[in-house]
């Protein structure tokens, strides 16, 4: 059974930097594909950023991040990072991570394995 614990949200000003981290346990963790999800109060939890094993697919953005949060990956380590820049209050929201085997997805549903989330807070 993979288990996922994030870490690193906090309270910011628009415009700073801030690094979320992902722990995975329990799996063979190169064969996953690692998300990073976002649920606002009263919106429907959104994707974010995937990074898969896979060289074809390595890394999907949703368009409002792209250009603004990296993800990464960290195998050895079975750890996969979320690096957000310019961040805006758009962004305040608890950010999930989440684990599922093999094929990449923008799709919550597709994800089996989640963490409890970890608050940011964008102050503008």
């Known amino acids: 059974q993979v288990q996922v614990v994030e870490s690193g949200g906090g309270l910011v000003q628009a415009g700073d930097s801030l690094r979320l981290s992902c722990a995975a346990s329990?799996?063979?963790?190169?064969?996953?594909?690692m998300g990073w999800f976002r649920q606002s109060p009263g919106k429907e939890r959104e994707f974010v950023a995937s990074i898969s094993w896979s060289i074809a697919t390595p890394t999907m953005y949703a368009d409002s991040v792209k250009g603004r949060f990296i993800i990464s990956r960290v195998n050895i380590k079975e750890s996969v990072y979320l690096e957000m820049n310019s961040l805006k209050p758009e962004d305040t929201a608890v950010y999930y991570c989440a684990a599922r085997y093999y094929r990449a997805s923008r799709r919550s549903d597709d994800y089996t394995y989640w963490g409890q989330g970890t608050q940011v807070t964008v102050s503008s």
């Open positions: 329990g799996g063979p963790f190169s064969n996953l594909v």
